[in-house]
Nanobody
Framework: QVQLVESGGGSVQAGGSLRLSCVAS????????MGWFRQAPGREREGVAC???????SYADSVKGRFTISRDNGENTLYLAMNSLKPEDTAMYFC????????????????????WGQGTQVTVSS
């Protein structure tokens, strides 16, 4: 079965950096569009960044210029490099996958995704 396992979360001070990883298994990784999402306590899950099968990307306005999503198809791994972190970035971060016939398809809407990881916590202190 499809499994997504995130890692790389932690606690950092504002202005710091983290890189999240998500290893996929049980799937033909190159057939899936991928995304990173986050959810803070008491808030809805929101899209952070997404990447199509062709490597094209899209970002939430709140993270543009600070976060970079990438994928390594040889290692079945999705990454999220996070720089200039802010306290408001504090949340549980999830990766997600959706089977896509279009190479350019990608979405920041959680409802569009089929498979989810368990999440990794990111805490940014001021």
């Amino acid at each position: 079965q499809v499994q997504l396992v995130e890692s790389g979360g932690g606690s950092v001070q504002a202005g710091g950096s983290l890189r999240l990883s998500c290893v996929a298994s049980g799937m033909t990784y190159t057939r899936y569009s991928m995304g990173w999402f986050r959810q803070a306590p008491g808030r809805e899950r929101e899209g952070v960044a997404c990447i199509g099968r062709d490597g094209s990307t899209s970002y939430a306005d709140s993270v543009k210029g600070r976060f970079t999503i990438s994928r390594d198809n040889g290692e079945n791994t999705l990454y999220l490099a996070m720089n200039s972190l802010k306290p408001e970035d504090t949340a549980m971060y999830f990766c997600a996958a959706v089977l896509s016939s279009l190479p350019t398809y990608k979405s920041l809407r959680p409802v569009d995704y089929q498979y989810w990881g368990q999440g990794t916590q990111v805490t940014v202190s001021s």
